[in-house]
C-alpha cells in the first residue's frame, strides 16, 4: 500500500506565547522537511496560540498577532505541507444567540511560502471543561478535502472526530485517503484509551487511517499528557508519542485507496508522489499506568502554573498525614528538590516523632525543611473589653491552622514561592477540608485526587525508590476513618462521590449499588453544602473526568439538595473541623 | 383599542427553591386571578426555577423535581392563562458538539387545570456571563402562538427579544397581537435604559406591544433588578415595575389589530373577551438615577448572599478609608445594622484619630464597633535555626494585614459571619489589591465598582444621611493618588480600566481617546498581570457591563501582554504593597 511520510509534533501548550509557539512550530517544519524528509507535519490544536485562551480572542489585538504569527509561519514554509492550528478571522456569523462571532478555530495549510487553505472547527465542545460557543464561530464546510500531491486528505479538529456523523466521516464519503486531526485533549483518567478506541473506530467506520495529534503541559488546572497516536485504515495502531513529554516522531502512513472526489478540494501542492518504499514501524510503546499517568499529570500541571507565572519554587507544610507527604514528592519532581521548601510547625503538644519522620521525607526527597515552633498563636492578639473563654481544643487547632498558613505566607513571599494547600478531593467534597487549612495556599495539586488514589500515589512513588517513612505505608492497609465525624472508609466514600460527582448518579441510582440509603442521603447533603467552601479553594489540576470548578458549575446559592427528603439530619455546616491529615 | 388584562409578578429569583418558588407563584395566581381580575400573569424566565442553574440541570431528579412541581402549579390554576418560566425535558438534540441535549429553557402556559403548552427559548446566550449554550437545548418553533381567548399572543423568552429577526418578529408577523416576554435579565449599570429602548424598538417594529418581566434578587455575584416594562404597540412605556423590589401590577394592555393567523396555534383558553373599557395607566415611575442603582444593587446582592448561604450577619475591619466606610454602609443596610460586627484593629503606630472617626461611623451606621490592639503581630511564631533581620516598614504591615485577616475570621467563625473584603475594582484591576487585606473575605461588594464609584456610592448614602466623618468627604474633592507607586488620579485610571475591561479596546484606541502611551501601557500590563491575584479574589456583584471573573474568563497561565513591546518596564509583581485605603 502506497504511503504519505506524516510527522508529528507533540509541542507544549503555551497560551499566548505566540513568539515562542512560532520558533517551537518553525524548528519542528525544519526538522520535518530536511530531518524527516516528511511529506507533511501535523501539529496540535491551536498549536500557534495555545489551547484555553478563553476570553483572551476578544481582545482583537491578539488575534492581530496570531494573524502575524501564521503569515511569518507561512513565509518560512518550503516544500512540506504543514497543519497548523490557530485563531483566524471568519466573517460575522450568528448561531445559537443574538451575538456576532468572527474568530473560528482553524488548521491551516502552509506551503511553498503561504497560507494555501485554512479549515475551520466544525464542532464546539460546550460541555465540562469546554466553552468554545461563547467566542468561537463554527466552520460550516464539514466535507472540505485538500490534495497534498497524490493524496487527497481530510483535515478535522478534536471534537469533530467524536461525532458519529461528522466532518471525518463527510471526508471520507467525499474521498479522503487520510485523516490529519489536530487536538488540545486535556487528561483525565481513562481519556487515553477512549481517545485511542474512538479513533480506531473512526478509522475503521470511514476505512482510512487517522493521524490524531496532542499537546503536552500545563494550563492552569489542565494537564495535556500528548499521547499521539496514528492508526491505520484497519484500526491498528502504528504509533504511539510520549505521554507527559514533548515528542517529535514521523511514521509512513499507508493510505487508503483512491477515490473519486465529491468535495470541495484546495491545492495545497503539486508534490509529493506517494512512496512505494515504505519504513515499518516498531512495536507501539505501551501506554502509561492508570496510576502513573496521574502522577505525571500532577506534575507536569504543578510544574508549569509555577514557571508560567514566575514563581522561583514551591512551600508548603508538612503535616505529618499522607497527603502533605505525597504533595512534597509530586512537587520535588515538578520544580526540583532544591526548589522545594517544606515547613514542620509543630505545636507544643505535636509528638516529636512526627517531627523526626517529616525530617526523614525532606531528607529521602532531598527538600530543604524548616522547623518552626507555633507556641502561642494566640498572643499578638489583645482583645479589649471582652472576656477571653478558656479555648477549646478546635478552637486552638484553628488557630494554629491559622498561624501556619500566615507563616508560610509570610516565609515565602519575599522569595515568590507558590504555597501548596494540600487537600484531597474526598475531603473537599463533603467540606471536611478547612480553607485556613490544607486548602490554604495557591495551588492544590491533590484536588481532583480521591484519598484512595493518594494512596495509590504514594504506592507509586515509593516503586522507584522508598520515600515515604513506615509510618505512613503502614497506614496504608488500615480501614481509614475520619476522626471528629462518623463516614465510612475512604473506598466507601470515594465510591459515592465518584457516582454522584464524576457519573451524576441520583441518591436512587448510588442506594442500588450497594449503599445504604441513610448514608447516601448524608454524603450527598454534605457534598450540595461544601459548594460555598468550594467556591473559595485554589485551583489544581484536573485527574478524574469530573474535577469541581470548571467541569461542574454549580451554584453556591442553591436551596435545592439532592437529599432534601430527609429531615433527619441538621442543617450542614461547611466550616466543620478539619480533618487528622491537615 | 381593546385590551387584555395582563398581570406581572416580579418574584424573588430563587436558585433551586423549587418549594418557595411554587408557593411565591401559587400565590400570585391567586392574586391575578381572584384580586386583579387579569386575563394573564406573566412571570420572570425560569421562574420556578429560579435562573443561573449551571449544572445543576444536569441532575435529572433536580429535572424531575421541576416538572412536579410544574404539574403542581398546573393542578392550582383556574381561568386565568398563567405565562411561567421553568425548565422541561424535550427530545434529544445535537447541535453545536457532539453532546445530546434535553432540557430547555420554557414558558409553560397553564389553564385550567392543565399544562396547555410550552414556549422552549430559541436563543441561548453564550457570552459574558451566560451559560445557556452549554446544557441547554434550544427551541426550533420561533412563531408559535397561543390563542387566549380573543387575542393570538406570542411567548418570547429574554435573548429572543435582542435579535433584530428572532421569535418576537415571526410571531408578530404570524399575527400575534401582543408579545408576552419573561426574563432573567441582571444589573449593570445602564442596563435598565437599554433593556427599555430594545423593548420599544421591538414594539414599534412589529406593531405590537410588549410585557417584559424580569426577576429581583441577588443570585451570588449577580442582582436582579426587577424594573418590569410594559409598553404598548407605539412603543409608548405604560407602567414600570419597582426596581430592586418584589412587585405585582397590572396594566390593561391595549392589544395590536387582529391579522389572520399564519404560524401554529395553540388553544390555551377560549375565554377571555378582550375589554373595551380599559382601566388607565397613571404616570410610569421614574427610573432610579444611576448611582442608586447600583447602591441597591449591591445591597441586594450581598444580603442575599448572607441570607441564602446561612450566615448570621457580617463582619469587616474599618481601616479609615473610604472603600471600608462604604462598604460598613452597605453592610448595615443589606443585613440590617445589629447584624453587622465592624474591627478596627489598630497597631501601636496607629493615629488615635483614626479610631475615633471608626466610632463615629460605627455610631452613625448603628452598628457594633470592636477595638482589638494588633500590638505584636508576629509574636507567637518561632523561626528555629534562622538569623531574624530586622523587619522593614512593608513587611510589618502584611504581617499586620495576616494578623488582621486571621483575627476576623477567628472572632467571626463560631457566630458564622460572612467576612467583607473591601477591595475595590480599580484597585483589584492592576493588582494594588491585597489577597491578605482588602481581599481577605469570603465577598467583595465593591469588587465591581471603580474607585470614582465608590466615592459617588458614598455621596450618595450621605445625601440620604450623613454617616460619614468630616475626613473622608473632604477627600473627595482631592486629586486622589496611590502612595506606593506612580499612578494617575482615579478618574483616569478609571477611564482606561473602563476602556479596556469592559470595552474591550485596544492599546491604540485608548491611546487615540487621549492618555499618553507610556501610561496605558504601563497599566495595560499591570492588568493584565493581576489575573493571578484575581483568580483568588471572593465573589462580588457585578455592577458594571463587564465585571472580572463569570464575565470576562481570562487563563492565568498567559504569555501574551497587550503591551508587550514594552521594554522599559520590568517584569510585573502581582504581589504588590497595598494600598492605603486597606
Known sequence: MPALRVAVAQVPNRVGDLRGNTERIASAMEWAEHEAAADVLVLPELALTGYGLGDLVLHREFVDDATAALDELARRSGRLTTVVGTVTRVPPRRSWDTRDRDVAISAALLCGGEVRGTYHKVLLPTYDLFDEARNFAAGTVGDQLWRIGDVIAGVAICEDLWSADGPPEAQSAAGA????????????????????????????????PVVYVNFVGGQDELAFDGGSIVVDADGRLLHRGREFAEDRFWVDVPVAPPRPPQGPITNVHTRPVLREEVVACGTPREPLSDVAAVWHAIVTALGDYVRRNGFEGVALGLSGGIDSAVTAALAAEAVGADHVLALAMPAPETAEEETIEGKRLAEN???????????????????????????????????????????????????????????????????????????????????????????????????????????????????????????????????????????????????????????????????????????????????????????????????????????????GDPELPSSPEG
Request: glycine share 8%; hydrophobic share 40%.
Open 365 to 571: 526527597l532531598g527538600i530543604v525543611l524548616q522547623v518552626v515552633h507555633v507556641d502561642a498563636p494566640s498572643s499578638g492578639l489583645v482583645l479589649s473589653g471582652e472576656e477571653t473563654a478558656p479555648e477549646s481544643r478546635y478552637e486552638r487547632e484553628r488557630r494554629y491552622a491559622r498561624a501556619r498558613a500566615a507563616l508560610l505566607g509570610d516565609i515565602v513571599e519575599e522569595r515568590r514561592y507558590l504555597v501548596l494547600a494540600t487537600g484531597n478531593k474526598s475531603e473537599i467534597s463533603i467540606g471536611e477540608a478547612s480553607l485556613f487549612g490544607d486548602l490554604a495556599g495557591g495551588y492544590a495539586p491533590l484536588k481532583d485526587c480521591p484519598k484512595t488514589l493518594v494512596y495509590d500515589l504514594a504506592r507509586f512513588r515509593n516503586e522507584r525508590g522508598a520515600v515515604f517513612p513506615r509510618r505512613l505505608l503502614d497506614r496504608l492497609t488500615s480501614t481509614q476513618r475520619f476522626a471528629p465525624t462518623e463516614l465510612p472508609s475512604y473506598a466507601t466514600l470515594d465510591d459515592i462521590v465518584q457516582r454522584y460527582v464524576e457519573y451524576g448518579q441520583g441518591l436512587a441510582d448510588i442506594v442500588a449499588a450497594g449503599h445504604s440509603v441513610e448514608l447516601v442521603e448524608g454524603l450527598l447533603r454534605r457534598i450540595d453544602d461544601a459548594e460555598l467552601v468550594r467556591r473559595y479553594a485554589p485551583p489544581g489540576v484536573k485527574v478524574t473526568s469530573r474535577a469541581f470548578s470548571q467541569d461542574r458549575r454549580m451554584p453556591i446559592s442553591n436551596e435545592w439538595r439532592a437529599h432534601r427528603g430527609v429531615s433527619s439530619l441538621q442543617a
Open 177 to 208: 485517503r487520510i485523516l490529519l486531526v489536530p487536538n488540545a485533549s486535556p487528561f483525565h483518567r481513562g481519556k487515553a484509551a477512549g481517545r485511542l478506541a474512538n479513533t480506531r473506530a473512526v478509522a475503521r467506520r470511514n476505512g482510512v
